[in-house]
Each structure stands twice: as C-alpha cells, then as structure tokens.
T-cell receptor
Framework: LAKTTQPISMDSYEGQEVNITCSHN???????ITWYQQFPSQGPRFIIQGYKTKVTNEVASLFIPADRKSSTLSLPRVSLSDTAVYYC????????????FGGGTRVLVKP | EPEVTQTPSHQVTQMGQEVILRCVPISNHLYFYWYRQILGQKVEFLVSFYNNEISEKSEIFDDQFSVERPDGSNFTLKIRSTKLEDSAMYFC???????????FGPGTRLTVT
C-alpha cells in the first residue's frame, strides 16, 4: 500500500484555482491515484481517479507525471462551498478494494 | 441521482448495549462497506461485503461487530456490546463493482455513554 503525503491545510479565495499536490513515492505499477472530498459531518465523496497524465471531469483535474511519484488535484475557480477536506489515496489492488484514508488536506476558501 | 441512505442519523446508547446501524445501498450495487471516523480522526475501514459474505475486515472489526444483508435492500452493522471507544461516525458505502469509486452515505453518529 503506497503511503501518501499531502499538505495538512491550504487557504484560498473565491475564484482562485487550488492545487493540492500529493506524493506517493512507492506507488505500485497497477495502482491508481484516487481523490475524495469530505464536507463536515458528511461521508467522503469520490472526486476523480487517474493512472497517468491528465484526467479531467466536471469537478476537478488530476495531473500525474510520468514517474507517478506524485499527483496534483486542481480545483478551478473555487467557491466557498469547496471548503472541505481533500484526500489523496493510492489504494493497492493487492490489498483488496478497501479505501485507506490519511489525514487529508483541509482547504479553506475565503470570500 | 441514487444515493446511499443511513438510519438513524444519530444514535445514543449506553455502554454494553447492542446497536444496529442500518444502511440502504444504491440498488444495483454489489459491494458494500462500513467505515468509521472518530471525531477529529481519519476515516477507517471496517469491513467489506460481497455475495452475502465478508470479503475483508480490519483489526477494528472484532467479534463484537457483525454485518448482515437481511434482505435485498438493507445492509446492517451490529455492535453487540458497545464501548465508549465505539463512539464515532459510521459510514456505509457501496459500489457497483470492485472499485475505488465508492458511494458513501451521510453517516450515523453513534454516541456511547
């Protein structure tokens, strides 16, 4: 199971782009990088998943360099409602399909 | 959009009592999970369930815990004799296949006094 490291917290302002970088130096060849979002007193919510290069959906973009030792979640033009904890996961197929959450990055969007 | 539901939203119980937390996963999903989050701490995996049996369980999921899918819609977590340290938010999740894209419910806050 790849250990992930991400900033504990980040502050931003409405309308800005927020980039959260996660390092996963020992990610295995077959493992995907997965990001979840959690609002206070709610369950985690899947945001995006990728293997390499760039993945984009209606919520975020995920950039993964060729060596896959890190990844960056990009949230375009954040609003106050994007204030949440963002988790980077590198779940291992060898460990089954359970999700192992770390401490996440607490993003605070200010007006 | 279909979603996972959980009842009750908040359960208060006394130490030593049995509690059953209920979840209704998304209807066409086949994989079911329970996670918990102690206040201010990480989300922790408890158990996964597929084809009417446990696929995997964590060290937390000891003999005091059990899961059941009593009918085609409900998925329950039972704690036989609650302890103070069982106080946490319990999240149910489901997925249509083996996937890291799991759909979480809103959680049940369990308070053991």
């Amino acid at each position: 199971l790849a250990k992930t490291t991400q900033p504990i917290s980040m502050d931003s302002y409405e309308g800005q782009e927020v980039n959260i970088t996660c390092s996963h130096n020992n990610i295995a060849t077959n493992d995907y990088i997965t990001w979840y979002q959690q609002f206070p007193s709610q369950g985690p919510r899947f945001i995006i998943q990728g293997y390499k290069t760039k993945v984009t959906n209606e919520v975020a973009s995920l950039f993964i360099p060729a060596d896959r030792k890190s990844s960056t979640l990009s949230l375009p033009r954040v609003s106050l409602s994007d204030t949440a904890v963002y988790y980077c996961l590198a779940p291992s197929k060898a460990a089954g399909n359970k999700l192992t959450f770390g401490g996440g990055t607490r993003v605070l969007v200010k007006p | 959009e279909p979603e996972v539901t959980q009842t009750p939203s908040h359960q208060v119980t006394q130490m030593g009592q049995e509690v059953i937390l209920r979840c209704v996963p998304i209807s066409n999903h086949l994989y079911f999970y329970w996670y918990r989050q102690i206040l201010g701490q990480k989300v922790e995996f408890l158990v996964s369930f597929y084809n009417n049996e446990i696929s995997e369980k964590s060290e937390i999921f000891d003999d005091q815990f059990s899961v059941e899918r009593p009918d085609g819609s409900n998925f329950t977590l039972k704690i036989r004799s609650t302890k103070l340290e069982d106080s946490a938010m319990y999240f149910c999740a489901s997925a249509p296949a083996i996937s890291y894209e799991q759909y979480f419910g809103p959680g049940t806050r369990l308070t053991v006094t």
